[in-house]
């Protein structure tokens, strides 16, 4: 009796366990960490930028950024982009949503945008100001939100 009480456990736990492993086997991987696609890059105006994902729970997500200056500058820009982990990199799956403003010292834009679901999904953005013909930084700074699986 007591090896039948036994046999009958293992077999629960490994159905139960075995079942649940199959489930998780199916979902993408999650994708690596995003430290090395980030550049902080030395700037005179640039003070402040960054950029999200937001899963809006209906098959959509939002992607927002917003880049502000120290002072007010002649032109400000942050420009977004929507990426799709493939499994073993990121593809950039919309085309760029710029958002430019002049004499301010801030902006911000946002974009809805229709995802697959049961996919890992991230913005890219890349933030500049121009000011007296000086593009500030050099080359835009680039930043990548977390990573978010929409199901």
Same mark, same amino acid.
């Given at each position: 009796?007591?090896?039948?009480?036994?046999?009958?456990? @293992?077999? %629960? %736990?490994?159905?139960? %366990?075995?079942?649940?492993?199959?489930?998780?086997? &199916?979902?993408?991987?999650?994708?690596?960490?995003?430290?090395?696609?980030?550049?902080?890059?030395?700037?005179?105006?640039?003070?402040? #930028?960054? @950029? $999200?994902?937001?899963?809006?729970?209906?098959?959509?997500?939002?992607?927002?950024?917003?880049?502000?200056?120290?002072? $007010?500058?002649?032109?400000? *820009?942050?420009?977004? *982009?929507?990426?799709? #982990?493939?499994?073993?990199? #990121?593809?950039?799956?919309?085309?760029? $949503?710029?958002? &430019?403003?002049?004499?301010?010292? $801030?902006?911000? !834009?946002?974009?809805?945008?229709?995802?697959? &679901?049961?996919?890992? *999904?991230?913005?890219?953005?890349?933030?500049?100001?121009? !000011?007296?013909?000086?593009?500030?930084?050099?080359?835009?700074?680039?930043?990548?939100?977390?990573? @978010? *699986?929409?199901?």
């Amino acid at each position: 009796m007591k090896r039948l009480l036994t046999f009958a456990l @293992c077999l %629960f %736990f490994f159905l139960a %366990f075995s079942g649940s492993m199959a489930t998780s086997s &199916t979902l993408s991987p999650p994708p690596p960490e995003d430290q090395d696609e980030i550049s902080i890059l030395s700037t005179e105006y640039l003070s402040d #930028w960054d @950029c $999200y994902l937001i899963d809006n729970g209906d098959g959509t997500v939002t992607i927002r950024g917003y880049s502000q200056a120290n002072r $007010y500058v002649d032109e400000i *820009y942050v420009k977004l *982009y929507l990426q799709k #982990w493939d499994g073993s990199s #990121w593809q950039t799956v919309s085309s760029g $949503y710029r958002k &430019t403003a002049n004499d301010n010292i $801030y902006v911000s !834009h946002s974009k809805n945008i229709s995802v697959q &679901t049961g996919a890992y *999904y991230r913005t890219l953005s890349y933030h500049q100001i121009i !000011h007296n013909d000086i593009e500030d930084p050099k080359q835009p700074q680039k930043i990548v939100s977390d990573s @978010c *699986y929409i199901d």
